[in-house]
């Protein structure tokens, strides 16, 4: 009985066998980069900022350009990125999917002109890297639950690796 009153208020629901449990968001990318522009998002409520030092190659600064968007609601990371300006340099900006709210962001600085078109490029420096994440800020938290710099680094870390698939030698 509950289900055939859920069908007539909500049609979609009759054939739900069929049916994912919920549709995919809409892809708002404009040449596979998400810009997040669909998206209910809140700043940092309680912001704090550190620097770091953090080799990126080309690979992962395309990555971290081109960002996250959630295909199921299980996902629990969402990420877009502003710029790259000029030099190249760019902010990623990483939230929770179901609240919207922004754990953290990373500042990339780029060595030389290596944005995501210039991928197959030379790299710069002795290194051979092409980019380094050079600050990172993130949501302190409140009195009874401080994130310190460490736990908001191993975060970023986690998710760039784990969510963007980035390699951060």
């Given amino acids: 009985m509950f289900s055939s009153i859920l069908g007539s208020l909500f049609p979609s629901m009759k054939n739900s066998s069929t049916t994912p449990p919920i549709d995919p968001p809409a ?70 999917s179901w609240t919207g709210h922004e754990q ?11 944005g995501p078109a210039d991928r197959g490029a030379e790299t710069d420096g002795s290194d051979g890297q092409k980019a380094a994440i050079t600050e990172i800020t993130w949501d302190e938290g409140g009195e009874d639950t401080k994130v310190s710099e460490e736990d908001a680094k191993n975060l970023a870390t986690m998710v760039c690796k784990r969510v963007l698939k980035c390699e951060l030698d």
């Fill in 104 to 114: 953290f962001q990373i500042k990339v600085e780029s060595r030389g002109s290596h």
């Fill in 27 to 96: 892809a708002d990318e404009s040449a596979g980069r998400i810009t997040g522009s669909t998206w209910d998002v809140h700043p940092i409520s309680q912001p704090a900022t550190a620097p770091w030092h953090r080799n990126l190659s080309g690979e992962d600064f395309a990555k971290l350009y081109r960002g996250y968007q959630p295909s199921a609601m299980e996902d629990r990371w969402m990420c877009r990125s502003d710029g790259p300006d000029e030099r190249g340099n760019m902010v990623v900006h990483v939230y929770r």
